[in-house]
């Protein structure tokens, strides 16, 4: 499966923005995706996951509450809401798929396929 994560930009803090990560091939409704994101000197880190069926997802303290995933299987994308800015949500932001993959998979190492990553910048 191939990833195309788009939606990101400036934004103010406090504001909000939609991310969107469109996958390719009829099996992307098999695919559990996850959000990374990656800050200047930094380490990819865990954002959000979501179950290949859309059932379940979770996310990192850091994002829970402002943070909200959800996929439309027929359109071959998941989208994350991101509400309620903050600078510290700058960075580069990346996609992830694999398949069939468990709600548990929160390390870049467990996923497959990878997006090019989509800049959200939060000025204060």
């Known amino acids: 499966v191939q990833l195309q994560a788009s939606g990101g930009g400036l934004v103010q803090a406090g504001g909000s923005l939609r991310l969107s990560c469109a996958g390719s091939?009829?099996?992307?409704?098999?695919?559990?995706v996850g959000w990374f994101r990656q800050a200047p000197g930094k380490e990819r880190d865990f954002v959000a996951v979501i179950t290949w069926s859309g059932d379940s997802s979770y996310y990192a303290d850091s994002v829970k509450g402002r943070f909200t995933l959800s996929r439309d299987n027929a359109k071959n994308t998941v989208y994350l809401r991101m509400n309620t800015l903050k600078p510290e949500d700058t960075a580069v932001y990346y996609c992830?798929?694999?398949?069939?993959?468990?709600?548990?998979?929160?390390?870049?190492?467990?996923?497959?396929?990878w997006g090019q990553g989509t800049q959200v910048t939060v000025s204060s």
């Open positions: 091939g009829r099996t992307f409704s098999s695919y559990t």
């Open positions: 992830a798929a694999r398949s069939y993959g468990s709600i548990r998979y929160l390390s870049p190492d467990q996923y497959d396929y």
